[in-house]
Every structure is written in structure tokens, then in C-alpha cells.
């Protein structure tokens, strides 16, 4: 079934990347992604699936921001984002630094790199990790190349890898 997309073009985003393999009630991460499959049975499109880690993706081609997702994702980690920025923060850890660091091999610290790196002033530090506010990011990639975690890439791949 095709569909039109409106401009601006949106998409769901999972922020999550999979470093912690979160699962509730064990020690780690409990902000991430939990696998528990609600989005994808929810998806009407297929554009959401589970990766090799267990984690959701989302097909931005397939998705049409239509937000049932985000509706059914128990750990609320799933939102709409505009599909012109491509720089995101794929992680909603918000334990400090250090707890942070054990809890998951990429996950947001809250350093501020990102938000001194910023020129737009696009990203701040809220609960101890990154937020970018889309409507200012210029999508220069500045933050993802300095993100010493790698919490922040390139949806692209041109300034970080894809994962």
C-alpha cells in the first residue's frame, strides 16, 4: 500500500542503540530498549523490526509517522522526528557518567561535548544526557563526530557509521 508522505517528512526513532541490551528488572540500563516486540506488532507499515540485539529499528522509508508506536512502546523511547535531520541521540540512558559507562558501551554521559560543540545551540544537556531540539540543528554533524561515546551519529553515515 503506498502512501503519501507530507512535508516535512517524519519518522518514528527509537533512541536506543543496543549497547546496554537492556532487559527489565536486571541490572543495566532501564531506560532502553526492552525487545518486548509492542511497536512492530502495532506497525501496520512493517516499518519497524528488531535487530540482532533485540532492539527496534525503524524503515523510514516504510514508516509514515502515523505514532502508534510511540503510543505502545512501554519505555517511551520512541519518537517522531523530522527525517531532515539526520543527526540523532540514540540513546535515553539518564544515569551520571560513571553508572552510565557500566551500564552500557555507548551510552550518553552527559559530558557536554556535544553541547559546547554546537553552533546552533541545537543541543543541551537535560537528566544527564544529550536532547537536540530539530527545529535549530543544522544537521552539520559537529556533535556525532565529537561524541566520545558515539550516543550521537549520522543517520546517513557520512560523519559516523550506520548501526
Do not use: W
Amino acid at each position: 500500500m503506498a502512501v503519501k508522505k507530507r512535508f516535512p517528512y517524519r519518522a518514528a526513532l527509537v533512541a536506543c542503540n543496543g549497547g546496554c541490551r537492556a532487559v527489565k528488572g536486571e541490572a543495566g540500563c532501564s531506560e532502553g530498549c526492552i525487545g518486548c516486540g509492542a511497536c512492530v506488532s502495532v506497525c501496520k507499515f512493517g516499518a519497524i523490526s528488531l535487530n540482532e540485539y533485540g532492539v527496534a529499528e525503524v524503515d523510514e522509508d516504510k514508516c509514515i509517522a502515523c505514532g502508534k508506536c510511540t503510543k505502545v512502546c512501554p519505555q517511551e523511547i520512541i519518537h517522531l522526528h523530522e527525517c531532515a535531520n539526520y543527526i540523532v541521540v540514540k540513546c535515553s540512558n539518564k544515569s551520571k557518567g560513571a553508572d552510565a559507562k557500566r551500564q552500557c558501551e555507548v551510552s550518553c554521559i552527559g559530558c557536554g561535548i556535544c553541547e559546547k560543540t554546537c553552533t546552533a545551540g541545537a543541543i543541551r544537556i537535560t537528566d544527564n544526557h544529550a536532547l537536540i531540539q530539530e527545529d535549530l540543528c543544522l544537521s552539520c554533524g559537529m556533535c556525532s563526530v565529537k561524541c566520545p561515546r558515539h550516543a550521537i551519529y549520522d543517520l546517513r553515515g557520512i560523519f559516523t557509521k550506520i548501526k
